[in-house]
Each structure stands twice: as C-alpha cells, then as structure tokens.
C-alpha cells in the first residue's frame, strides 16, 4: 500500500488527526501520524527553530520510509500530509528536502516524495503579515524557512492537492478539494468511512489498519 505520513496543527498532537487517518487507512494507505514542532509560539520561530522543525518533519518521513514494509506498506510510494501550519511543515518537506534530523531512527536520507496533500494550509505560500511580522524583521531568512517558494521551480512535477474545509471557521468538517466537488464529512474521497484501530505513529506507536475500500 502507498505510505502517508501526516502531520498535526501547531500546538497539536499526532492523535488530532486520528480519526482522519484512521479513514485514509481504510481506503488502502498506511498511515503514520507525526510529532512536530520546537515549542512556543510557531508563529514566533526564529529561523534555527524553523529549519529545526523541516528536519523533524524530514526525520518523520524517512521513519515511515524505513518502517513501511512492516504494515505491507510501500516506501517507494511516498505522500505526505498536513493540517493547517502542519502543511507548511509538509509542504517544506516536501519542496525543500531538508535532511532529517541527527540521530534521526529513520535514518538520514528522506527518499521521494510523490504527491502533497493540504488541508486548510492554502496560504502556505505565504507568512500572514502581522503574525509573523517580528520573526521576519529579526532575520529575513524566517520566509525561506517557513515557506516553499524558493523551492517551486525545482519541483515543478510534484503532485500537489489542496483541501479546504467548507465552513473553516464554523467547526464543520466539510472538506471540498479546490476547484472539485465537496466530499462530505470524509476525507480524499467518498468511500473514505472509520476503522477501529489508530493509525501508526511516526515514533514508533504500532497498531495501522489498513484494508482496500471497495470503490462505490
């Protein structure tokens, strides 16, 4: 099965994706659900900080990378996921190729990525002003740390697809890939529905379910 790794909202955990991966698991993937983050205010990362969270998220895929096959999962089928600033955290992974961190239990190449998924992270592409205002004044850098731009020409052919949830201030879960149709309070696609069991975790939590949906 193709291997997704997913990443959580700042200040979140691996288990606010739970559910969500539990039902990407369900249409044939295995999942792992990874920690990141350097503490504090994301919003307030100095560039170290920042560069030290891509690492993480570098060391979170060449984890699942090496651990695939144990889930029958295939790593040289690789996607990578995240939500909100989660997505910044993929997409950075998944545009700059930053090496894992040292000591990384996945070990220190990254490997492919075939495809991004974001959900509400549309603004990826951007450091909101106001909010990052002072990191960016205090070293410029902060941008390139944080956001994929400088990365885009080099990886022209990489698949990317962008969620957005239909009431993203209102609590619904609806989520409507951008420019598709809504799908419902599933994730990916239609026949997406919840299984028993959680998700593997990037830091070694065993237990994936996975299971082929029939398509409908």
Same mark, same amino acid.
């Given at each position: 099965?193709?291997?997704?790794?997913?990443?959580?909202?700042?200040?979140?955990?691996?288990?606010?994706?739970?559910?969500?991966?539990?039902?990407?698991? *369900?249409?044939?993937? %295995?999942?792992?659900?990874?920690?990141?983050?350097? +503490? !504090?205010?994301? =919003?307030? =990362?100095? =560039?170290?900080? &920042?560069?030290?969270?891509?690492?993480?998220?570098?060391?979170?895929?060449?984890?699942?990378?090496?651990?695939?096959?144990? =889930? $029958? !999962?295939?790593?040289?089928?690789?996607?990578?996921?995240?939500?909100?600033?989660?997505?910044?955290?993929? @997409?950075? %992974?998944?545009?700059?190729?930053?090496?894992?961190?040292? $000591?990384?239990?996945? $070990?220190?190449?990254?490997?492919? #990525?075939?495809?991004?998924?974001?959900? *509400?992270?549309?603004? #990826?592409?951007?450091?909101?002003?106001?909010?990052?205002?002072?990191?960016? @004044?205090?070293?410029?850098?902060?941008?390139? &740390?944080?956001?994929?731009?400088?990365?885009?020409?080099?990886? +022209?052919?990489?698949?990317?697809?962008?969620?957005?949830?239909?009431?993203?201030? +209102? !609590?619904?879960?609806? /989520?409507?890939?951008?420019? +598709?149709?809504?799908?419902?309070?599933? /994730?990916?696609?239609?026949? &997406?529905?919840?299984?028993?069991?959680?998700?593997?975790?990037?830091?070694?939590?065993? !237990?994936?379910?996975?299971?082929? &949906?029939?398509?409908?």
């Amino acid at each position: 099965w193709p291997v997704v790794v997913m990443f959580h909202m700042p200040g979140g955990g691996k288990g606010d994706l739970g559910k969500h991966a539990r039902r990407v698991a *369900d249409l044939g993937f %295995v999942v792992f659900s990874a920690t990141w983050g350097a +503490g !504090g205010n994301p =919003y307030s =990362y100095t =560039y170290e900080q &920042a560069r030290a969270v891509d690492s993480q998220g570098a060391c979170a895929v060449a984890f699942a990378r090496s651990h695939a096959t144990e =889930y $029958g !999962g295939d790593p040289a089928t690789m996607i990578v996921f995240g939500h909100s600033g989660g997505a910044n955290t993929a @997409a950075m %992974v998944a545009f700059a190729r930053p090496e894992p961190t040292a $000591g990384c239990l996945g $070990g220190t190449t990254l490997g492919a #990525i075939d495809a991004l998924v974001t959900w *509400d992270g549309s603004w #990826i592409l951007s450091v909101p002003k106001g909010v990052h205002d002072p990191a960016v @004044a205090a070293d410029p850098r902060v941008v390139d &740390a944080m956001t994929p731009w400088t990365y885009l020409p080099e990886r +022209g052919d990489l698949n990317v697809v962008v969620l957005v949830s239909e009431f993203p201030n +209102g !609590g619904g879960h609806e /989520l409507r890939p951008q420019g +598709g149709r809504p799908v419902g309070r599933r /994730l990916v696609a239609p026949c &997406a529905r919840p299984v028993g069991r959680p998700a593997a975790a990037a830091r070694g939590e065993r !237990g994936v379910r996975r299971r082929h &949906a029939r398509p409908r």
